[in-house]
Every structure is written in structure tokens, then in C-alpha cells.
């Protein structure tokens, strides 16, 4: 799996539990999904992703 389709899946990920976190624990669950949503849009932009660089330290370890 590439790095960008990794951070597709944790992003999703936490979206969506985070959405069911709000149903069922408290509403305020809902300000980590706009974080993560905020990320992935200045991601887009300005291609600085803390996880992307994360991840790739991850790869590179023997």
C-alpha cells in the first residue's frame, strides 16, 4: 500500500470514528473530525502532512 493510500485509510478511519464517537459518547468528538478534515484540506495545498512524514520514517527502519 503507498504512502498516500495510507493516509487515505487513517483519515477515513478517524472520520469515521470519530462521527460514531459523537453519537454515542458526546458531541464534542465532532472537533476532532473537523481537525482531521482542516488537515487533509491544508494538506492539499501546501503538501506538508505530518503523517506522511511519519510514515515514511516507519518504512525506512530495518
Do not use: D
Not at 7 to 14: C, D, K, N
Not at 29 to 40: A, E, I, R, S
Amino acid at each position: 500500500m503507498t504512502i498516500e493510500n495510507q493516509i487515505r485509510a487513517f483519515a477515513g478511519t478517524f472520520i469515521l470514528l470519530s462521527l460514531l464517537l459523537s453519537l454515542v459518547h458526546s458531541h464534542y468528538w465532532l472537533f476532532f473530525t473537523t481537525l482531521v478534515g482542516v488537515n487533509l484540506l491544508q494538506s492539499s495545498f501546501t503538501h506538508f502532512c505530518p503523517l506522511e512524514m511519519i510514515l515514511k520514517k516507519l518504512q525506512n527502519k530495518p
